[in-house]
């Protein structure tokens, strides 16, 4: 677990964020430390280097007893926080208020060893000690207790603001690590249910809409159409076998019978009609492979400006006379300039296949009519009939493959007309919805409505 | 007689499945035609190249050269024999792909002889109308491309634009057997097996308008194979 968590992003990302935090921090140190202690160190030291100037009036060159006198006069004015210590070229005092071994030459801090005090409340001392002529040496100090304690104070509380931040940041790395872990490891289980048979399974959403969740909805939605797939293969196969099955069956039939027909004429008959139902085999064997073709979307990369108007002007000249013909009609009003991307030939064998339905399931005296309009950015295409109608509870039946309204298959036609329609509709990115066309009960008619989305106007 | 009896061809088959081959023969042949089969794409490129031929099936997938391939190198080559192709592949997107690389029609299998047959008197129809020819005639009936205007016998016959397009087709293969599934996707570009009686019906509009009180009947119906436009044999 642990190595994992530390390959995160998120733990990256916090260890990042805590690097940039303690070098602004560092800096911040710096910038005080220096502002503060160096200012007050500073002004002590110029206090100091006045005093031994007051003292050395002529420099490092001012005679002994001078500097003695110096050293006595400064102590007779009692500062508080002064020490003055002269000590002779062999160590001993000659003037002064301190009582120690006197340092090297230069700027020196000294701390009092634990314990002690060099006076009262003054732990720490800054000084100057100065060679003089003779070899004799002079020291001024100042009380830098206070300096001392500050730099404490400001060291402390840097480094318990640092510890803080550092320990913050830590624990946010490793908590939003783990969070996002967990998302990921969600994510992970569920395809390994999915990989193992369950497509019912989806990815929980956290609800606060972020990445993840958008990650989340993705792949959800990919879920759901593996889902809905793996339903179709299944149906399909199902209803493959048995819609291929009645017209090979019948093709059987046929070739038996011509083998058991001495009539020449009559075995002519009999393969005639064989080869009639393999025709029929075959053409559902191509409408599954268009099908297929059509919901793989490959045929989106061919997709040219069409002017629909005028395609659906005479697909509703050729259906006219057909209708007629079958005892019915056929009115159109169709919109003109009505443009599309998308595909002649599949949009021609959709609408025509609509209209097909309309005409053959109708009966005599069905009027049917195709209609197409401008519906804002959209196009709206609709044919209807008045014809027997399908029940509302079995529209979702008659969208699918093979699902056949009657229950006898010996019915014309492979039962792909209105599953077709609705793949190429799906592929030029519209909707086929199915609704009564009228208010009788008796024979309501259907309406199909092609809801084709915002097509750029022409 | 299907066929135009002085339409005698010269055929190139190039295929490998011994079937096809066989039923192609014995579908062309009795018609009075030349067929020779090349079993493989090499053999049949190089006899399509090197022989003259009236017209050359190839089948797109061949072991070793494929169809298109061997159409696309002769139509390099200058040769402009006509194609056709013979294919199980039938997706409409095939059918662009054989055109483009050179072929003039394209044939799903499996096939009925009598469609190989119409299509190929079709692609190389002598005698057949040049684009630029502006009056089509058969017998009285004529029609005029530029106008529009179809009269028989002198009288002016009013057609739809359908019905219009389906008799200048006809006119265009006048004397051939014109196939239903031809009249499909030349006049209508449906490339889809109507649920309807769609050829049927304009057939017979055309027939009321155009053979209906003349004195012969130019429409004829071909049994098993399709339509043809001219005088009776």
């Known amino acids: 677990m642990l190595p994992k968590l530390f390959q995160t992003t998120s733990v990256r990302l916090a260890a990042l964020g805590l690097g940039l935090a303690s070098v602004s921090a560092v800096v911040l140190f710096v910038v005080i430390y220096y502002g503060t202690l160096g200012t007050m160190r500073a002004t002590l030291d110029a206090a100091i280097t006045n005093e031994i100037s007051e003292i050395l009036i002529a420099g490092p060159t001012t005679p002994q007893t001078t500097v003695a006198a110096g050293v006595r006069a400064a102590l007779a004015e009692r500062p508080a926080n002064i020490f003055f210590l002269l000590d002779d070229a062999g160590g001993r005092m000659i003037a002064g208020n301190l009582h120690l071994a006197m340092p090297r030459p230069g700027w020196h801090t000294l701390a009092a060893p634990e314990g002690q005090v060099f006076a009262p409340h003054a732990h720490v001392l800054r000084g100057h000690v100065v060679p003089i002529t003779g070899g004799d040496r002079l020291f001024v100090a100042a009380d830098a207790t206070m300096l001392d304690e500050l730099n404490e104070l400001i060291r402390r509380s840097f480094m318990i603001g640092f510890g803080i931040t550092l320990a913050i940041g830590l624990a946010a790395g490793i908590g939003f690590g783990r969070r996002a872990l967990a998302r990921v490891e969600a994510v992970s289980a569920a395809g390994r249910e999915i990989m193992d048979g369950d497509f019912t399974r989806r990815i929980p959403l956290s609800g606060s809409g972020d990445e993840f969740d958008h990650l989340a909805t993705s792949i959800n939605a990919m879920l759901a159409r593996i889902e809905q797939l793996m339903a179709n293969i299944r149906a399909v196969g199902d209803e493959i076998a048995h819609d291929l099955r009645s017209p090979l069956a019948r093709l059987r039939e046929s070739l038996e019978l011509s083998l058991r027909v001495a009539d020449p004429a009559a075995m002519r008959g009999a393969m005639e009609d064989a080869i009639g139902q393999v025709d029929a085999a075959l053409g559902l064997s191509v409408a599954i492979l268009r099908l297929a073709q059509i919901e793989s979307g490959a045929r989106r990369a061919s997709f040219t400006r069409i002017d629909f108007s005028l395609l659906l002007e005479e697909i509703a000249e050729t259906y006219e006379t057909v209708a007629e013909d079958a005892g019915g009609r056929l009115t159109a009003t169709i919109e003109p300039d009505l443009i599309l991307t998308g595909d002649a030939a599949l949009l021609n064998q959709m609408v025509a296949n609509l209209v097909e339905n309309a005409i053959n399931h109708g009966g005599n005296g069905t009027a049917i009519a195709l209609a197409a309009s401008r519906a804002g950015r959209d196009i709206e295409v609709t044919v209807a009939d008045n014809g027997p109608g399908i029940p509302a509870e079995r529209h979702a039946m008659a969208l699918r493959r093979f699902g056949r309204l009657d229950a006898s298959r010996a019915a014309e036609g492979h039962g792909l007309g209105l599953p077709l329609a609705a793949a190429i509709a799906t592929l030029h990115d519209a909707t086929l919805t199915l609704s009564g066309a009228r208010n009788d009960p008796v024979r309501p008619g259907l309406r199909v409505t092609l809801h084709f989305a915002s097509v750029s106007p022409c | ?233």
Not at chain 2, 196 to 214: P, Y
């Open chain 2, 1 to 233: 007689m299907i066929m135009d009896p002085k339409q005698e061809l010269r055929i190139l088959l190039i295929e490998d499945d011994p079937r096809t081959a066989a039923l192609v023969r014995a579908g062309l042949e009795p018609e009075g035609h030349d067929v020779a089969v090349a079993p493989d794409g090499r053999a049949g490129l190089l006899r399509a190249a090197s022989e003259s031929w009236d017209i050359l099936i190839v089948d797109r997938m061949l072991p070793g050269l494929d169809g298109l391939g061997i159409v696309r190198t002769l139509r390099g080559a200058g040769v402009v024999t006509p194609a056709l192709f013979l294919t199980a592949l039938g997706g409409v997107d095939d059918r662009v792909d054989g055109l483009r690389a050179g072929g003039d029609d394209y044939l799903v299998k499996p096939f009925a002889v009598a469609e190989l047959s119409a299509r190929i008197a079709a692609l190389v129809r002598r005698g057949a109308p040049k684009p630029e020819d502006t009056i089509l005639r058969v017998a009285d009936l004529e029609l005029d491309r530029l106008t529009r205007e179809v009269t028989r016998a002198g009288h002016a016959i009013t057609l739809k634009p359908r019905e219009y397009a389906v008799l200048e087709y006809l006119m265009r293969h006048a004397g051939q057997v014109v196939t239903r599934t031809m009249l499909l996707e030349d006049v209508w570009d449906f490339h889809f097996d109507p649920q309807t009686s769609v050829v049927e019906s304009h057939i017979s509009r055309l027939r009321a308008k155009i053979d209906r009180g003349f004195d012969r009947e130019l429409v004829q119906t071909i049994r098993s194979a399709g339509y043809r436009l001219g005088d009776a044999p």
